[in-house]
């Protein structure tokens, strides 16, 4: 099995909006799902959004970004399927360990793997899946270009190496629920 952590220093995500709180927390326990990605600055072709997967990172072969699957053709880790346990989110083998604002949500298949916690899924009225949310935020992710493929950013900031900020726009992650 491949554990995804993602790394997040919890303190230093932004505070809760007025519209989001801990509170709309409430699948922190969720099996077998994907992500894609609703673009919220223009329409989308379809309400399910742009299918995401995990792509190698070319600083090492056990470090893994999730990309859009229209920018990464090859991907080795196919419609990757994941899951929330008490807050944390694992993907076969492979523990999401990187949701530092400014930067890619990076997993690592590297053991140990210490998966940060924070995260869930809210239900938003009027959209057909839950939406991914880091300390009850659904609204800090977005898409950015590192040149060559586009990757899903945690809280996207100017003056980053990793990617070019012009690039970048906001998006919601869509819990795509998967057959177990």
């Known amino acids: 099995m491949l554990w995804l952590a993602l790394i997040l220093p919890l303190a230093a995500a932004a505070p809760l909006s007025p519209r989001q709180s801990a509170g ?13 990605a609703i673009n919220t600055t223009l329409p989308n072709a379809n309400i399910t959004g742009a299918p995401l997967t995990l792509a190698e990172s070319a600083h090492g072969a056990q470090d893994f970004y999730l990309v859009t699957v229209a920018t990464y053709p ?18 076969q083998s492979t523990a999401l360990t990187s949701a530092t604002p400014g930067s890619f949500l990076q997993f690592t298949a590297n053991a140990p793997v210490d998966p940060v916690p924070g995260f869930c899924g809210i239900l938003v009225p009027g959209n057909g899946y839950p939406l991914l949310a880091i300390n009850g935020r659904t609204d800090l ?28 726009y906001g998006v919601t992650l869509n819990m795509v629920a998967t057959a177990t």
């Open 74 to 91: 090859v991907t080795t880790s196919p419609n990757t399927s994941l899951a929330i346990t008490n807050g944390s989110i694992t993907a």
């Open 141 to 168: 992710f977005s898409i950015c270009s590192d040149g060559q493929f586009d990757a899903v950013v945690y809280n996207a900031t100017e003056g980053s190496a990793a990617y070019d900020v012009g690039t970048c």
């Open 24 to 36: 709309n927390c409430y699948l922190t326990g969720f099996h077998t799902f994907t992500l894609a």
